[in-house]
């Protein structure tokens, strides 16, 4: 970590927890931070992690996966029964199974522990300011729902349904499939996905959107060789289609 980019300002008087049990990576962390606005409270196990994220008015937190006392998907899982505070996971290994466990708890996105400054902040920024947006879509126009198939989505409510049973999808899960389905028959990029979904800077190497696209098939109960809904077009992006032969609900 190393140079703070002027250019990816803070949400002023933001409150973010960091669950991480490495002394070094969290005073970083810190240090980087609060110079630009952001108020960091620590944990630095499981239990103690739960316990401050549940207590205190936090606009985002960052949690780590191996954790004593119990892991961050524990601490995830049990978050979610009674918060919706957007959570970004610390990956130590970037492996795709850990991020896809944590996007199936409810995590709004992952970061491994290589990051960057830079990629840092335009995360945090974007979960914070989805949040925001979230919140402020109960105050706009009602918006009418979605229907591609077996496939329902209500902007008003944030929820999705499939062949009349809910789907559960994460924050972010819910935005991309919005996203796809509102040009449902046209192709999106990856890049336009990560501006509209994310609504942060992108480098051309991030692969967010793509373990975000393999959770959504898999909670769509997609055969990745023949899908219903979401389409990969090689070297353009993906498109999300009306299956054929089945009626809309």
Do not use: W
């Not at 466990?101 to 914070?128: C, H, M, N, Q, W």
């Not at 126009?141 to 999705?160: F, K, M, N, V």
């Amino acid at each position: 970590m190393s140079g703070i980019p002027a250019s990816l300002p803070a949400v002023r008087g933001a409150r973010l927890l960091l669950v991480d049990d490495n002394p070094k990576l969290c005073r970083m962390v810190k240090e980087y931070l609060e110079p630009l606005g952001y108020d960091v409270s620590l944990a630095h196990t499981g239990p103690d992690g739960l316990e401050k994220a549940l207590d205190g008015d936090y606009q985002a937190i960052l949690l780590d996966i191996m954790l004593p006392g119990f892991d961050g998907f524990e601490v995830l899982r049990r978050l979610r029964e009674r918060s919706a505070v957007p959570v970004v996971m610390l990956t130590g290994r970037g492996e795709t199974p850990d991020r896809i466990a944590g996007l199936d708890l409810g995590a709004d996105d992952y970061i491994p522990k290589t990051f960057s400054p830079r990629e840092l902040l335009a995360r945090l920024r974007a979960v914070i300011r989805r949040s925001m947006v979230t919140a402020a879509q109960t105050r706009r126009a009602p918006q009418p729902p979605i229907a591609i198939g077996a496939l329902r989505l209500d902007p008003e409510t944030r929820s999705a349904a499939l062949n009349g049973g809910a789907l559960p999808l994460t924050p972010t899960e819910f935005d991309l499939l919005l996203a796809l389905a509102r040009d449902c028959g046209r192709i999106k990029t990856r890049e336009q996905l990560l501006f509209e979904v994310a609504d942060r800077d992108f480098e051309s190497f991030d692969r967010s959107i793509d373990v975000h696209i393999s959770s959504l098939r898999r909670k769509l109960g997609e055969d990745p060789r023949n899908p219903r809904f979401i389409l990969t077009v090689r070297s353009a992006g993906y498109m999300l289609q009306e299956p054929a032969g089945e009626p809309e609900l």
